[in-house]
């Protein structure tokens, strides 16, 4: 189970690192093409569509992972059908309402009615992403990485292609949305013309879209809540500055996001499913097991990375946007710090979900949410964009400590926190060994990257931060148990057969 997990892990992880280049062109392109006022407005679209995909999902992604992982062939498929009946509904519906009051938000989101068509276009982009949302998870319950990956990478270098092509050609920032939302309109088709050809689908039931939206309606708050956490403080900056401090921000919050998702993405995606179903069948040493082996890997690579940027952070950032964003730099380790300390919420969280406690991981969120108003309120206006990061950052640290005392009142997993501060103590010797090789020997980032790598990965492997037991299934991933056969090699890793 542990290795098949981590297969899925690996073919996941090659996955982030292609569509973190999706990232590293988009940006440049938007940001240098279209400079920071029209990046803001790009921002607020997604604002916009990110506020208003609850109510069109209305907690049914995390209801089906939950409630159907490990359950029957033909359950999955009338749940699934069900799904894609109601979403469909309630998107066409949003794409309406938008449609007749585009002008009144334009004015409240955009500054100017003449912005409306974005309005009107987020909508659209609103149905179609929710629709593709669910066939992406559709993959997920069926434990299918490999084309869930196949998916994404289309996704994400046809996008990256269509946008430079529209930039390049000199296109305006509406076709460059209009032309992204045709190509994902299609390829939404083309999966579930995939999904119905190969597995089927089956007649909506009605009754399973009750117990579904039962659950569902106890998380839909929490999308708000989320949208409060980490995208009300571009609302805040736009009142208190303007369109242009919201591109910056955002663009240091992209980065954030993305050196978070290329690292976390590949194990998160498929535990949730897989943790449902040991639950489910009640396998709960494999459970804990497999919590363990999973967070240890996402800090275990998000802790060294987030320092790396700290370091490195404003070189990437002249190399990558043009002059007027530099000041986003020095916000993305506090961005991706608070996305960490979400993370390791999120494991607890689960696990209220598996005990029917959902309720509890809402109450979690807007507590939160409350505080990081509190935050964007009292830091903003003092500190500027930084203090929106920070705000941030302050906000998922309280999330990630109340949440880890709710799940532990149900579920108690066991953490081995040896791994932690071996964790943090190689990369402190990383982080020494970077700042001296960027100002005495040579200020390149790739070099320092490199440098930096093998540093901790060195320094992990001297302390003995993997255990002989992780060493061998890493092996066995990277198709390297030939290695055991030499006595040094083995006695350096810590494999004593």
Same mark, same amino acid.
């Not at 986003?328 to 608070?338: K, T």
């Not at 030499?486 to 006695?491: A, G, L, V």
């Given at each position: 189970m542990i290795k098949k997990y981590f297969q899925n892990t690996a073919i996941l992880s090659v996955t982030e690192i292609l569509l973190s280049l999706k990232g590293l062109l988009l940006i440049p392109i938007l940001t240098k093409t279209y400079g920071s006022v029209n990046y803001g407005i790009w921002?607020?679209?997604?604002?916009?569509v990110s506020l208003l995909t609850p109510i069109v999902i209305l907690g049914l992604d995390s209801a089906v992972i939950t409630c159907t992982s490990g359950k029957g062939e033909m359950f999955i498929k009338k749940t699934f059908s069900s799904i894609l009946l109601f979403i469909t509904c309630s998107g066409i519906i949003c794409v309406c309402l938008l449609c007749i009051f585009s002008q009144q938000l334009s004015v409240l989101v955009l500054?100017?009615?003449?912005?409306?068509?974005?309005?009107?276009?987020?909508?659209?982009?609103?149905?179609?992403?929710a629709l593709l949302s669910m066939c992406k998870l559709w993959y997920r319950m069926k434990d299918n990485a490999k084309v869930y990956s196949i998916i994404n990478i289309i996704q994400a270098f046809s996008v990256a292609l269509l946008s430079a092509i529209v930039a390049f050609s000199k296109g305006n920032l509406f076709e460059l949305i209009l032309v992204t939302f045709l190509f994902e309109s299609l390829l939404v088709l083309i999966i579930l013309i995939h999904i119905g050809k190969n597995q089927g689908f089956s007649y909506p039931d009605l009754s399973i879209l009750g117990k579904l939206l039962k659950f569902g309606v106890q998380v839909l708050p929490m999308g708000y809540a989320w949208w409060i956490l980490t995208l009300s403080n571009r609302v805040f900056i736009g009142y208190y500055d303007n369109l242009a401090a919201v591109g910056v921000f955002s663009v240091a919050y992209s980065f954030g996001y993305m050196i978070m998702s290329m690292i976390f993405g590949p194990i998160w995606t498929m535990y949730p499913p897989k943790a449902a179903e040991l639950f489910n069948l009640k396998k709960f040493s494999e459970m804990n097991e497999l919590f363990n082996y999973s967070l240890k890997l996402a800090l275990g690579i998000m802790i060294p990375a987030i320092a790396g940027f700290a370091l490195l952070g404003s070189a990437i950032f002249i190399l990558l946007t043009s002059p007027e964003f530099l000041a986003?730099?020095?916000?993305?380790?506090? =961005?991706?710090?608070?996305f960490m300390f979400h !993370? /390791? %919420?999120?494991?607890?969280?689960?696990?209220?979900?598996?005990?029917?406690?959902?309720?509890?991981g809402t109450i979690s969120l807007f507590v939160t949410a409350g505080f990081n108003i509190i935050l964007n309120v009292l830091l903003i206006p003092w500190l500027g964009i930084l203090g929106a990061a920070v705000a941030l950052c302050l906000s998922f640290m309280l999330q990630m400590i109340f949440e880890i005392w709710l799940g532990n009142k149900y579920i108690n997993f066991v953490y081995d926190w040896t791994f932690l501060y071996k964790t943090l103590f190689s990369t402190g010797i990383m982080a020494i060994v970077v700042l001296i090789?960027?100002?005495?020997? =040579?200020?390149?980032?790739?070099?320092?990257? !490199? /440098? %930096?790598?093998?540093?901790y990965g060195g320094m992990m492997i001297v302390i003995r931060a993997i255990n002989p037991q992780e060493m061998k299934i890493l092996l066995e991933m990277l198709h390297c148990s030939d290695i055991r056969k030499?006595?040094?090699?083995?006695?350096?890793?810590?494999?004593?057969e």
């Open positions: 921002a607020q679209v997604t604002v916009l500054d100017s009615p003449e912005n409306f068509q974005f309005i009107i276009l987020a909508g659209f982009v609103l149905l179609e992403s986003g730099a020095p916000l993305v380790p506090f =961005i991706a710090l608070g !993370i /390791i %919420g999120s494991y607890f969280v689960l696990s209220l979900g598996f005990v029917r406690k959902q309720i509890y090789v960027m100002n005495v020997l =040579i200020e390149s980032v790739l070099i320092s990257c !490199i /440098i %930096g790598i093998l540093t030499y006595p040094i090699i083995r006695k350096l890793l810590g494999i004593n």
